[in-house]
Every structure is written in C-alpha cells, then in structure tokens.
C-alpha cells in the first residue's frame, strides 16, 4: 500500500500535543483552493494527485497492472477523480 501526503508533512500525532491545537481549525488549511494550470480554482490536493498517481503507474505499473484505491473521509472525493 502506498499514499500520497494530503498534509504535505504535517503530521497530526505531533499537532495534538500542541497545546490550543483542534483540528476543525487547521482543515482549512490542508483543503485551501489555488489555481491549476487552466486558471480554474481547485484544492491543492487535487493538484497533488494529478502528479502522484502518473508517478505511481510509472514506478510500480506494467501495461497489465490494475490498481485498487480507496478514500476514506478526506481522500474519497479524490478516488472518484480516478474511477474509470
């Protein structure tokens, strides 16, 4: 199994020592919209992915290669982007 890094290293384990730290409010900050290479707004996320899973195909894949995914609450808008 292998992942892409939604929270672009920012490790949650760590942030709940912090003291005031809530999650509802540092959200905003891993789904914050930025501009894709057709000028249109979209989570920096997707932009992430975009690149992650060509990367993925080319390190692991074969033409033969059939690939599972599953999101789960932050992710699983993004499975539906890949669904064939």
């Known amino acids: 199994m ?17 003291p ?14 930025v501009e894709d290479e057709q000028g249109n707004a979209v989570p920096k996320t997707s932009l992430l992915l975009r690149e992650w ?7 692991f894949g074969k033409p033969t290669t059939k690939y599972g995914i599953v999101g789960y609450c932050f992710g699983a808008p993004y499975v539906l982007d890949y669904c064939e």
Do not use: A, H
Request: proline content about 8%; charged content about 25%.
């Open 2 to 18: 292998i992942s892409p890094d939604y929270f672009f290293g920012e490790q949650v384990e760590q942030l709940n020592k912090t």
């Open 20 to 33: 005031g730290f809530t999650l509802q409010d540092f959200i905003p900050k891993w789904v914050v919209k």
């Open 53 to 59: 899973m060509p990367r993925v195909k080319e390190m």
